[in-house]
């Protein structure tokens, strides 16, 4: 069975949840040590004198010494914690200091001279009274006495304003994480969102095909497309379910389609595939990211008039980038058509959500031609 590791968290862990009693046994277990380790230093040197005292006198000495203090502690920090306005900046502190130094101080004090009064028969005999003993006290002793004083308080201040930031940071650093998580969960329900929303787009856009063909009668090329188009929804099916693919795959993915588009539109589309070289097919890339974008080429050029037109891709490396371009031809005569607005849309979400502003998507449209700029790393962003 493994030990668990020891901090101060799973330290706090064991201590009762109310400050006041923290605080108490926090304080009690402290000053339980400072007191005998001062005591037991003291009792040293009277050993060395050979004068005859026992450790327990010695210790109680001390607690009586300082037992005004103890209850300070156990009082004031859990009272800063409960009244945080008390140390919130400089001249809260400073007000502080001052309100124990007058209030707090000269009792302390006097309690530290009454002990010593009653403890002693020669400081009894040497003064007529105890007010004379506290008049008559030496300056260095009122100094040492507030030094010590000064000391316990600045260093419960100290503790508390460390506390108080610490607490304040965890704060912050859960808020950041549930933020960050939230916006994970978004992030991957709006991807998620946008997968089911590409695949019956794609799947409606491929069955229009196989329709057409069918309409027209031409019975084995529709068979020969219904084939095709198992093939494409395998790969799309299996696809949707992946963060990445290679370029190779997506590729291989588009000559699929497009072999399909082309038992549709026959020899009014051409293709032209160009700069898949090895360095790029090893790329990564999003799955279904290129299926949009011919299908919107497709769209807005084909399904608008009856000639040829042609749909040109270029890859190219540069560094560590890949740049995609994708143009079609436009006919000036044609009439338009608004398609459902999908296929740019989803691609700029796409890659914005999954490369973090790495990867970019430029559109420009000519009389006679419209072109789709992406670029995106050549490889995934977390490898």
Sequence with gaps: MPIPKLSFANLSKLLPANPWLRSFI????LWGG?????????????????KDLRFASM???WVESDFLLFVLSCVLYPLLGKYPALVADARSIAR????????????????????????????????????????????SGWFFCFAYFAAIVTAIIFVRIWHENRDRQDSINKIQTDNLQLNLALEQQKLQSLRQQLEPHFIFNALNAISALVRSN???VALSGIHRL????????????????????ELDFIRDYLALQQLRYGDRLEVIIEGD??????????????????????RHDLDCHEERSQ???????????????????????????????????????????????????HISECPDEFSVVITTPLHRADT
Excluded at 230 to 249: F, Q
């Design 218 to 220: 031409e019975k084995s």
């Design 311 to 361: 749909i040109h891709m270029q890859l190219s490396l540069n560094a560590d980038q890949v740049t995609i371009q994708i143009r079609n031809r436009l006919q000036a005569h044609a009439v338009k058509n608004p398609g459902l607005g999908l296929g740019l849309s989803q691609t700029h979400l796409r890659l914005e959500m999954m490369y973090k502003g790495k990867a970019s998507v």
């Design 59 to 61: 210790w109680m000495n």
């Design 96 to 139: 502080l200091f001052i309100s124990l130094s007058l209030f707090f101080y000269p009792f302390h004090a006097v309690f530290l001279l009454f002990g010593k009064w009653n403890r002693f028969d020669s400081i009894r005999q040497r003064h007529n009274s105890f007010l004379d003993y506290v008049l008559n006290s030496s300056n």
């Design 277 to 298: 070289t090895p360095a790029i097919l090893h790329g990564d890339c999003l799955p279904l990211l290129l299926q949009p974008l011919i299908e919107n080429a497709l």
């Design 230 to 249: 198992s093939e494409l929804l395998r790969y799309a099916l299996t696809a949707s379910n992946k963060d990445w693919v290679s370029i190779k795959d």
């Design 26 to 29: 926090i304080n009690l277990i």
């Design 34 to 50: 400072i007191l005998t380790f001062g005591a037991w230093g003291n009792y040293l040197d009277i050993v060395k004198l050979e």
